[in-house]
């Protein structure tokens, strides 16, 4: 690795500048980026999976890994090659590091007559993520209107948010569940981060295709042995995407989908799915863009009090528990919330779709149910119903 530090008046990259790095570059990004103060994490292999994990160097990406995804399977296998971007998502999203699975809210002691609370925000370094795809930071963007722009902003996702670093990186090899193509959320991706990478292998060699999103982006590139972007990289990525794209099986025919879902509140085929439907909430975990959580206060002898937040999921029962009962006690009618919600009513909160095609929740379903499949029985459907009514 080879790190030069100019200082910032003698750093000639800005902001839309585009470079090439060598494979050791990436590596010393890493370098620069923890000697930044940053705490860089990325995808890593752990447990027969790609998760996201500490970086401490490129050594600790999934160098050499593929994946292989279909309606309710995964599984990694060595490839042994030189990529370390070869491979779609996995399990854990980076949702995660901004709203985290399970976390304490406040905490109240007691001091005579009166508590105490503590709602201070933890304080951590801040991070940097090499290696989100843009499927990620699209889903990041979803998060972003619900928890830091919402009228209701969480302080603990602002906090990790806003001071996050992002290195996102190209998709050259979609896994056969993705459809992010039909979501505007991907293979490629134009903004929204500090550097952008894609990985080219050719007669050229092997190396990345840098573009810089942001001021710090460039301060970070200044400071790795680089080399100015060429032509010939900038060609490469276009025909690798447009690569990524034909490649991509799946789609989800988004046109005039908000409004099929609502007027088909009573389908036959909730029912055929709520058949399948093991209610397990998978899911809603993997999904990226689900940030439903419950809160639930712990006590102890002293009277101290923790008010714990975690996430939920609305195929739990308790999720939509009113006095009486659930509201929504039956497999279909969760399994409708979820789908109409992602694909439909978000549109109507947030402006936005809930979806962005990133396809773990078909790929994570035990039962291998697929929501581009089930969107596109509902429109068969919906069809049959019309033609139906007007004889
Ligand atoms: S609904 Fe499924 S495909 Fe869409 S963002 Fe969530 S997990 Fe990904
Ligand atoms: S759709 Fe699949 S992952 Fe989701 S709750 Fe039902 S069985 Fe579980």
Redesign the pocket.
Known sequence: MSTTTPPPSEVSLRRGDVVRLWPEGLDGLIGVLRDMGYDVKGPTVRDGAIVPGRLDGAHDLPVGWRDEQSPGRYAVHWANDELAFSWAVGPGSWKAEFFPAAQVQWHAERHGDTYRFNESVESLRPLAIVGARP?ELA?LDVLDRVLRDGALPDPRYVARRDGAFVVVVECARPASTC?CSS?GAGPGIEGGFDLALTELSDADGHRYLVRIGSERGALAIARVDHEQGLDVDRAARVIQLDASVVGMTRQLETDGLAELLVRNQENPRWLDVAERCLSCAN?TL?????FCSDVHDTTDVTGAVTRNRTWSSCFDLDHSFLHGGPVRASSSSRYRQWMTH?LSTWWDQFDTS?????????TWCPVGID?TDEAKAIGRSDRALAVGRSR
């Open positions: 499927c889903a459809f979501m899911c993997v999904c990226p863009t689900c992602k809930g979806c962005v095609g990133c396809g773990r929740c078909i929501i």
